[in-house]
Structures are given as C-alpha cells and as structure tokens.
T-cell receptor, first 113, second 113 residues
C-alpha cells in the first residue's frame, strides 16, 4: 500500500531531551516536507526537500533539523525541545511531475513538558 | 515569503446549497494551488488542485477557479452533503510543489441538515 509512515504517533517528552520523529514513504517520491499544525494557525511548513541531500527551510524552521540521506526517509530532529514546540506534526511527500499533490502521513502529536 | 489568506474562517450552509471558500496569495511567482480537506482527527487529503496555466478545474461537485491577475483562487462545492463537513485548507507553491506548500489558516465548513 502506498503510504507515508510517521513514528511515533504520540510522544510526551521533557524540555531539552533530543528527539527524532521519523518519516518514510514507499512511493519513490522526490519531494518531502514537514509541517506543524496549531489551532488557529493552520499548517505551517518547517522544512522541505526536493531530493536526496537537498533540504531547505520553510516558514518556521527554528529549533528543528532535518536530513535526507535516502530518498524514502526524511526525519525531523528536535535537538533541544521546548514547550512551544508542542504541536501536531505532519510529514508529506509528492511526485516531482504531474498533478498528484502531497500525500500526508497520519501525524505525530508531540507534547513537551 | 509567500502569504496565503483564506476566508471565511467558518462557513455554515444548508445541505444542498453551495459553498464558496476564497484565498488570496502574495507571490506572483506561485504556480500551483491545491485544496485539502481535513476531517476531525485525520490527516489532510488533497481534493482538487490547479496550476497557473489553467483558469478553472472541475471534479464532480467540486470546482476551483484561479485569477492570476488578482492573485485569487476559490473552491466551490455544489449540492453540499453532510460528509462535506470538515476543515478546508488552500495552499500555494512557487515551484509546482517542489518547495512544499504555504497554507491558508483554514475554513471550518459546517453543513446544516
């Protein structure tokens, strides 16, 4: 089944404890991106990647890192999480060509206390 | 960077009536405009998209129109049904999706029986 898989689905952590949210797609998509969703603010882009080893900042990159060493994986790293990073996070991927749009993962609900 | 404004934030219509959601974007270089539907507790799902070389696109009860001069695009849903109740997001991209998506803040569509 074609899908974008995020793990974990839920995570509660403490301030300052490094964490990684994984994202993997099995559709051979070139484009991948991360978003955070907060009430009243909609979806805001954190980072995006056009292909392996090509990443760039979105609108809210502060406090986050990403890597794209393989085409299928695009992990989101929080080196020192803070409470203002409590949010619902979505990974998404898309084909380079055509009008297929982005397919979203199921989301990761992160709480930083 | 790109800025996408979406109106209204909440829209209540009678079942069977039409619903229209409007978005404006700021960057004239944007060339790809998708619409996503998000049901409560679910991931966003693409419902329709349009590229800048097209003025209108239809898919059954859903249509999107684009006015490049005014930097404005709209979602039209006809013959609304209870299952259309959800939050709808418009988005824009400069690179045909390669640079990810900049989203509007969303419209909560309520279909009254």
């Amino acid at each position: 089944e074609a899908q974008v898989t995020q793990n974990p689905r839920y995570l509660i952590t403490v301030t300052g404890k490094k964490l990684t949210v994984t994202c993997s797609q099995n559709m051979n998509h070139e484009y991948m991106s991360w978003y955070r969703q907060d009430p009243g603010l909609g979806l805001r882009q954190i980072y995006y990647s056009m292909n392996v080893e090509v990443t760039d900042k979105g609108d809210v990159p502060e406090g986050y890192k990403v890597s794209r060493k393989e085409k299928r994986n695009f992990p989101l790293i929080l080196e020192s999480p803070s409470p203002n990073q409590t949010s619902l996070y979505f990974c998404a991927s898309s084909l380079q060509a055509g009008s297929y749009g982005y397919t979203f993962g199921s989301g990761t609900r992160l709480t930083v206390v | 960077g790109e800025n996408v404004e979406q109106h209204p934030s909440t829209l209540s219509v009678q079942e069977g009536d039409s619903a229209v959601i409007k978005c404006t974007y700021s960057d004239s270089a944007s060339n790809y405009f998708p619409w996503y539907k998000q049901e409560l507790g679910k991931r966003p799902q693409l419902i329709i998209d349009i590229r800048s070389n097209v003025g209108e696109k239809k898919d059954q009860r859903i249509a999107v129109t684009l006015n490049k001069t005014a930097k404005h695009f709209s979602l039209h849903i006809t013959e609304t049904q209870p299952e259309d109740s959800a939050v709808y997001f418009c988005a824009a991209s400069k690179g045909g999706g390669a640079d990810g998506l900049t989203f509007g803040k969303g419209t909560h569509l309520i279909i009254q029986p």
